[in-house]
Every structure is written in structure tokens, then in C-alpha cells.
């Protein structure tokens, strides 16, 4: 089945402790991207990658990193989390060339709360 | 800064009603995309409307691009209880593959 995988669906953390959201896909795409969901601010974009070794910021990338070291895999790392990161987070992938009609597949969300 | 306004932001209706979302913009759009959310789920594409003027229709949704390509409606008629989510509109903002979202519409059809 063609998916995008996240992992895990729930965290619970303590601000400071580095923390790693997993995201593969299995459609062979070549774009991929982090979202953060807030009540009220909808969808924002965190980082995205148009192949790999190719990563640019979103609208809010601050306090968080990602790589592209292989096609399916795009991880996101929260090196010092901290409270204003609780959110829910959804990582997208979709064939870049044919994004604008193509749409995004979603993973089902990491829901993480920073205490 | 949020390029996609929709409006409105909730919308509760009863079975059997028809009701209608907007997404608006100042910007100029090569498409626009309509997506349904449900609860503890990522959004689901909808549909892509490409031409200025283009109406698409999937079952009971219609779904419209403005002339101007800076604008979209959504048209849900006799709505059902499983039509209830957040419907959000998304488009390419840039010519390196900024993708973004409007803060969504939530619709809550009642049996």
C-alpha cells in the first residue's frame, strides 16, 4: 500500500531533550515536507526537500532540523525542544515535478507535547 | 503571513442543507487544491483545479477556480454527517516549491 509512515504517532518529552520524528515513504517521491498543525493558524510549513542532499525552510523552521540523506526517508529533528513546539506534525510526500496537481500524500501526524 | 484566507472559519449545518467554504487570495495561483481532514488524520486531496474559470464536480462537491485564478469555492449540496471535517485549501506560493495551506474551514453536518 502507498503510504507515508510516521513514527511515533504520540511523544511526551521534557524541554532540552533532543528528540527525532521518523517519516519514510514508499511512493518514490521525490518532494517531501514537515508541517506543524495549531488550532486556529492551520497548516504551516516547517521544512521541505525537493530530492535528495536539497532541503529549504518553510514559514517556521526555527528549533528544528531535517536531512534528505536517502529518497524515502526525511526525518525531523527537535535538537532543544521546548514548550511552543507542542503541536501536531504532519510530514507529506508527493512526485515534485507534478506537486501542484498531483497533491500531497499525509502521513497520519505525530501528536508532541513539550513539557 | 497567510496568502490563502478561508472563510468561513466554522460551519454547522444540519443533514439535507447546502453550504458553501471560500479560499481568497491577492495572489495569482497556477492551481488550488481542496483537501478534507477528518479527526486524527492527515488531510486528504480532494481535488486540483487548474484553469481559470474551471468547475469540478465529485459527487455532491463542487468545487470552483476563480477567472483570476486568485480565488476557490466549494459547494457541498444536501450535506451529510460524513461530509463533517476541516476542509482546507493549499497551493504552490513560489517557483522553488513552497506549498502552503489556509487555516481551514471546519464543517459539522448534524443528522
Known amino acids: 500500500e502507498a503510504q507515508v509512515t510516521q513514527n511515533p504517532r504520540y511523544l511526551i518529552t521534557v524541554t532540552g531533550k533532543k528528540l527525532t520524528v521518523t517519516c519514510s515513504q514508499n511512493m518514490n517521491h521525490e518532494y517531501m515536507s514537515w508541517y506543524r498543525q495549531d488550532p486556529g493558524l492551520g497548516l504551516r510549513q516547517i521544512y521541505y526537500s525537493m530530492n535528495v542532499e536539497v532541503t529549504d525552510k518553510g514559514d517556521v523552521p526555527e528549533g528544528y532540523k531535517v536531512s534528505r540523506k536517502e529518497k524515502r526517508n526525511f526525518p525531523l529533528i527537535l535538537e532543544s525542544p521546548s514548550p511552543n513546539q507542542t503541536s501536531l506534525y504532519f510530514c507529506?510526500?508527493?512526485?515534485?515535478?507534478?506537486?501542484?496537481?498531483?497533491?500531497?500524500?499525509f502521513g497520519s501526524g505525530t501528536r508532541l507535547t513539550v513539557v | 503571513t497567510q496568502l490563502l484566507e478561508q472563510s468561513p472559519q466554522f460551519l454547522s449545518i444540519q443533514e439535507g442543507e447546502n453550504l458553501t467554504v471560500y479560499c481568497n487570495s491577492s495572489?495569482?495561483?497556477?492551481?488550488l487544491q481542496w483537501y478534507r481532514q477528518e479527526p486524527g488524520e492527515g488531510p486528504v486531496l480532494l481535488v486540483t483545479?487548474?484553469?481559470?474559470?474551471e468547475v469540478k464536480k465529485l459527487k455532491r462537491l463542487t468545487f470552483q477556480f476563480g477567472d483570476a485564478r486568485k480565488d476557490s469555492s466549494l459547494h457541498i449540496t444536501a450535506a451529510q454527517p460524513g461530509d463533517t471535517g476541516l476542509y482546507l485549501c493549499?497551493?504552490?506560493?513560489?517557483?522553488?516549491?513552497?506549498?502552503?495551506f489556509g487555516a481551514g474551514t471546519q464543517v459539522v453536518v448534524t443528522p
Open positions: 495572489s495569482v495561483f497556477s492551481s
Open positions: 483545479v487548474v484553469t481559470g474559470g
Open positions: 493549499a497551493a504552490v506560493t513560489d517557483s522553488w516549491g513552497k506549498f502552503q
Open positions: 507529506a510526500s508527493s512526485p515534485y515535478r507534478q506537486l501542484p496537481a498531483y497533491g500531497y500524500t
